[in-house]
């Protein structure tokens, strides 16, 4: 939380204990709709075509495999992951992208990759 609030309506800056934007009248409390950030219920975006998808990366936890499922969305790009395993199985998920999109997507996870390891450089 910063010290200022700033209005989902008109993005002007408002005092932190206002609750109401100063400029157009608006509920500051209102919870912001764009905290969803991933796409995940577009249906072009959860379907690769299995003669033409090549196989991008494996996971070994669901939570991570979303996660990268969910930037390629997020970036536009389908992405599909391999059926749930079974749990217990050391099983790993196979995250499928098409095969035009793999150059692009392979760069989006090694940037995600990259920036995720400079941060764990920094707690160190
Ligand atoms: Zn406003």
Redesign the pocket.
């Known amino acids: 939380m910063g010290s200022r609030r700033v209005?989902?309506?008109?993005?002007?800056t408002?005092r932190v204990d206002s609750k109401?934007?100063?400029?157009?009248?608006?509920d500051?409390d209102a919870e912001p709709e764009t905290e969803r950030r991933f796409i995940d219920d577009d249906p072009a975006l959860v379907y690769v075509d299995p003669d033409n998808r090549i196989e991008l990366d494996r996971f070994e936890r669901l939570d991570e495999a979303e996660l990268a499922c969910g930037l390629l969305r997020y970036n536009g790009i389908p992405c599909e992951l391999s059926p749930m395993p079974l749990p217990g199985l050391p099983v790993d998920l196979i995250l499928w992208v098409h095969n035009k999109d793999a150059e692009l997507a392979w760069a989006l996870l090694a940037d995600a990759e990259r920036e995720a390891s400079e941060k764990n450089d920094d707690a160190a």
Do not use: P, Q
Request: glycine share 6%; charged share 20%.
């Open positions: 209005c989902l309506s008109c993005d002007s408002n109401e934007c100063t400029k157009c009248g608006a500051l």
